[in-house]
């Protein structure tokens, strides 16, 4: 039989109770530590958040905002334009370069006076950041949210963004990955038919569905995209696809875009204004075709990279999702300042996964967007050295955010099985 020997009352082992008294040290000030920087990160927050409400007054307290020709408002008077046109059906007898939700929006927010345009769209856009922040602390945690706000601060600091119906789509494509990423699979895959209709780039984000097996979620997207694809050709026939995917038969390559900027720099075409953009010399079909495949086998590559990772979930909404969006942006023939914004939600979901390089680059890409619109007029009109080497640097930066997602996909892969003993045969 054994003996437990119990020490007299009072008496406590020594090295026991230096050790229970170490750990329980060690608890509390993990404990006091992760409270302060629940706190610190909380201040942040209402700081970052604070200074995107305050953002919108100002700017529309400033004459600048105002006027015919005013920098930050081109894209409000062009909504304006769309929806006080009385010349008949949009795309059919007028073109437009949106699709039928965002068009919808703008007819709701345009309607009225320019000034009434920039107002309400001010507005609508913060409400639709702060949307998205929101949506994220539900899908990934108060980490990836807060990093979702200081990735995006630069955009407050000169505010174009908000006078931009870009977040309408981001906000919906976050909510249907957060959706499907809550088990409401049905609600995600209509959201992202949703976000799709509203600008074309969440469609890149599809391929995410098959790859989580998520078959509800695609099949709810199937059915509602394409009902609202027939009964858009319904309503105008293919004018309405053809206009929105060619922004309006635009020609040229915008000259902030990946190509467009080193033929600005390296030649001296001459630079023209055509359809809401500065662009420079020719698309030609070639490149369109070259471009459309580089980028189907790079989106595919990626979501089949994750699909393969030993921790899938954790390159589906970040690496993935952000390699497949950034080389569409490297490879399109327009590359708008705003376009940035795509980027960040999926940039701070890696970030709250611990890949702080790819917060870093795409903050990079961010800020230099963010001067690049500042600088569009200069870069546009004159051979300045600084304004050429902001946009290509942005550019560059892009890239390299592309390349270090695929590093990291590639890398994610599982790693192959252990082999059992060898079997051995009796002689």
Not at 113 to 130: E, K
């Amino acid at each position: 039989m054994r003996v437990k020997l119990v020490p007299p009352s009072g008496h406590v082992d020594a090295a026991s109770e230096e050790t229970t008294s170490g750990a329980g040290g060690s608890e509390r000030r993990h404990l006091r530590g992760a409270a302060g920087s629940a706190r610190l990160g909380g201040l942040l927050a209402v700081l970052l958040i604070g200074a995107r409400v305050a953002a919108v007054p100002i700017t529309l307290s400033q004459d600048s905002t105002y006027g015919a020709h005013a920098p930050l408002t081109g894209d409000v008077r062009r909504f304006h334009s769309i929806a006080s046109s009385h010349r008949g059906t949009p795309y059919r007898d007028f073109p437009v370069e949106y699709p039928p939700v965002m068009l919808g929006v703008i007819e709701v927010i345009g309607s009225s006076t320019t000034h009434a345009a920039t107002v309400a769209t001010m507005w609508s856009q913060l409400a639709l950041d702060l949307l998205v922040a929101a949506v994220i602390v539900w899908g990934w945690g108060r980490r990836a949210a807060l990093a979702y706000l200081v990735i995006g601060f630069p955009l407050v600091c000169y505010p174009f963004l908000y006078l931009r119906l870009d977040l309408l789509s981001v906000a919906l494509a976050v909510a249907a990955l957060a959706l499907v990423r809550r088990r409401q699979p049905v609600l995600g895959g209509a959201a992202l038919a949703v976000a799709v209709f509203s600008k074309l780039w969440p469609v890149l984000l599809v391929p995410g569905l098959v790859v989580r097996r998520s078959w509800r979620a695609l099949a709810s997207f199937m059915v509602l995209g394409g009902a609202g694809l027939v009964t858009w050709l319904a309503w105008v026939g293919t004018d309405g696809p053809v206009q929105v995917v060619s922004m309006r038969n635009a020609t040229g390559w915008e000259i902030e875009s990946t190509v467009g900027a080193i033929i600005r720099v390296t030649s001296n075409e001459a630079v023209h204004y055509n359809e809401g953009a500065f662009r420079i010399a020719h698309v030609r079909e070639w490149a369109i075709v070259v471009s459309a495949i580089v980028l189907a086998i790079a989106v595919i590559a990626a979501w089949v990279l994750a699909a393969r990772a030993a921790e899938p979930m954790k390159m589906f909404d970040g690496p993935a999702a952000l390699a497949a969006i950034g080389v569409f942006l490297a490879t399109a023939p327009l590359l708008s300042p705003q376009f940035s914004i795509w980027l960040v939600p999926f940039a701070a979901i890696a970030v709250a996964s611990g890949d702080r390089l790819v917060g870093w680059l795409t903050l990079l890409v961010v800020a230099l967007s963010v001067i690049d619109f500042a600088q569009i007029d200069t870069y546009a009109n004159s051979n300045a050295v600084a304004p050429q080497v902001v946009v290509l640097a942005r550019n560059a930066a892009l890239v390299a955010l592309v390349v270090v997602c695929f590093v990291r996909l590639a890398r994610a892969g599982r790693p192959a099985p252990a082999l059992g003993p060898r079997a051995t045969v009796a002689t």
